[in-house]
């Protein structure tokens, strides 16, 4: 496969994000996949750019088999909303030129947060004919908003509304945490388009040390944390428990990174006296291995915010890959890993006494010790290797592209036909609603005549990766019809529909305000008809042959032979043989057929 992929935050960058990175674009080039990413200027988490990239708009480089672009992005380390958005929006829009350079690809891959990078992925995808992944780190904007970075009810309403966009979109999703995954199908996101693909451990790289290589046996007791130091990992707690064991000469806390909370983290332990605190800069995963071999205990922090149950902390797997104790203050996703894996203690989010009670339970205890350390060790090894995480990355991506391998017959690749297709949907239904609008106002009027009753009549439908939508049509029904498919209702004896309804039907005019749709983007003006949300067996059907790729049409192929007079297995093999053979004549060929159907008046309900 030719991969490309898009994220902001890769090495020499440290903390979760780059490391993710690094290890998905790292053994795809591995396996043999030619992957080329596209990033930014190094400078996260200190919002200072790297020597040798300052005053640079662009870079090239090769490092594990990866091709890397680097594109300039605003960064400084004030973090405010305004730098933040300059710094994300930024790297979207020249990402977008970076990617566009790279030639063809058979697969786009974009990591977010940000969540404006997706748009340069989908934007990419539609011109170079490809499906595109997105995988999503953190659950934004819900948690910008629970942290009160993202305020205000139209910039929440617009973030909302680019993630549904980009969910609809996306070809799969991959999320880090089960949370995640849950919060994603209670928004409509189909369980069959999502992989679970947590953060892991390298497990070459961090490997355990020597027995009591965090030194039981002198008289120092180091407890380290490393790794970002952001609002979202609540370390004030890790100030607390260093107030409450500052009694204790033996005892240093050890914190290594940088991130938009440490200046003030630095001037809270000045202010409250703690001497007993060592704060470090980033270091490289070599170094960082060392560090984490030479401590007593390892802590993992997260605030107890509403979104905080969300996120795993990466450190405590690189913390259990070196087989020492951990201490984690967390709750959620990270409380039920912690607790599996037997590999260390659990307090709440935010209890100091908590936290220094479990450290001095830890340090007094060095048989305790060593087998939190072997527990935890055993299970990251089994469960979270970064290599065994990779190789579901490359089943999720062979999967999105083999998928596309066997459908259309046009000149156009698959992914270029659905672009133009869109583009040229978008032009006719604006066309068409101009020119019908006065038949809009009179059926309008003739169908509040006739019976009581809205005059549009709505419906969710499955469309496109299975996503629900609204339909709108004519109301044709009475209020009291069943919500069930059309073809069970035509078995019953009760007539449902309205004097007008039947008229409306057999000029086929019943459809006209799914024009909306179409204009929207939920439609096409040809493709299959969309499933009714309860008709669970042809929705399985059609992912089964690929047919939910495309977005539903008004019209298709199994509409212009039968429609309603076929089986249900005959309605799924023509909507397969559509989207196998689709292309722009055989969509124009059906609109042509179509219209000769209206005007024969053959059954087209």
């Not at 609809?168 to 880090?176: G, L």
């Not at 290594?256 to 001037?267: C, I, S, T």
């Not at 017959?409 to 992914?415: D, E, K, V």
């Amino acid at each position: 496969m030719r991969v490309l992929f898009l994220t902001q935050y890769y090495p020499p960058e440290t903390g979760a994000a780059p490391l993710r990175a690094f290890h998905f674009a790292a053994n795809l080039a591995k396996t043999g996949h030619t992957v080329t990413v596209v990033t930014g200027m190094p400078n996260h988490p200190s919002g200072v750019k790297q020597p040798g990239y300052r005053r640079r708009l662009a870079a090239r480089e090769t490092a594990a088999g990866v091709r890397i672009r680097r594109c300039y992005l605003f960064a400084t380390p004030r973090k405010t909303f305004a730098t933040r958005m300059a710094n994300q929006i930024s790297f979207a829009f020249t990402a977008f030129f970076g990617g566009r350079a790279t030639g063809r690809c058979d697969v786009i891959l974009v990591t977010s947060p940000p969540l404006f990078l997706g748009v340069t992925g989908w934007l990419l995808g539609v011109l170079k004919g490809a499906p595109f992944v997105l995988d999503i780190r953190d659950y934004w904007p819900q948690a910008a908003v629970a942290l009160g970075q993202l305020k205000g009810r139209r910039a929440i309403a617009l973030a909302e509304g680019l993630e549904r966009f980009l969910y609809r979109r996306a070809s799969r999703i991959a999320a880090v945490t089960p949370s995640t995954v849950r919060m994603m199908t209670e928004r409509g996101v189909p369980r069959s388009r999502i992989v679970l693909i947590p953060n892991g451990a390298d497990t070459e790289r961090f490997t355990p040390g020597p027995p009591h290589a965090g030194g039981h046996g002198g008289d120092r007791r180091t407890v380290l944390y490393s790794g970002t130091h952001g609002l979202i990992h609540g370390m004030r707690v890790i100030l607390d428990a260093a107030e409450a064991l500052k009694g204790d000469p033996r005892v240093r806390f050890v914190l290594v990174g940088d991130g938009a909370e440490k200046d003030a983290l630095v001037r809270e332990a000045a202010e409250r006296g703690l001497s007993n605190i060592e704060f470090h800069p980033s270091q490289q995963p070599e170094e960082l291995a060392e560090t984490i071999r030479s401590a007593d205990v390892c802590l993992a922090t997260m605030s107890g915010g509403e979104f905080s149950g969300t996120a795993v902390p990466v450190k405590m797997f690189d913390y259990m890959a070196c087989a020492r104790p951990v201490v984690a203050a967390v709750a959620g996703d990270a409380k039920e890993i912690m607790e599996a894996s037997g590999g260390g203690i659990v307090v709440a989010p935010g209890d100091g006494n908590g936290l220094a009670g479990a450290l001095r339970a830890l340090l007094a205890d060095a048989e305790l010790s060593e087998r939190l350390g072997h527990a935890g060790y055993d299970y990251v090894r089994h469960e979270y290797s970064r290599a065994a995480l990779a190789a579901r990355t490359e089943a999720a991506l062979r999967e999105v592209v083999g998928a596309d391998r066997w459908l259309g017959r046009g000149r156009l690749r698959f992914r270029r036909y659905l672009a133009v297709k869109y583009v040229m949907d978008a032009i006719a239904a604006v066309v068409l609603l101009v020119v019908t609008s006065p038949l809009f106002v009179l059926i309008a009027v003739a169908i509040a005549v006739d019976s009581r009753g809205s005059t549009i009549f709505s419906q969710r439908r499955v469309g496109v990766h299975s996503h629900e939508f609204t339909i709108y049509k004519f109301r044709t029904m009475r209020r009291d019809t069943p919500h069930v498919a059309t073809d069970i209702l035509m078995s019953q004896r009760v007539d449902y529909t309205t004097r007008m309804g039947r008229l409306l039907r057999r000029v086929s005019l019943d459809e006209l305000p799914n024009l909306v749709n179409v204009l929207r983007g939920d439609m096409s003006l040809v493709g299959p008809r969309p499933a009714l949300y309860n008709q669970h067996e042809l929705i399985a059907m059609r992912r089964g042959t690929g047919s939910d790729l495309m977005r539903p049409g008004i019209t298709g192929w199994a509409q212009i032979n039968g429609r309603n007079l076929i089986t249900l297995d005959e309605k799924v093999r023509l909507d397969e043989f559509y989207v196998r053979n689709c292309s722009i004549l055989m969509d124009a060929r059906i609109v042509l057929r179509t219209i000769a159907v209206m005007l024969k008046r053959e059954d087209f309900s």
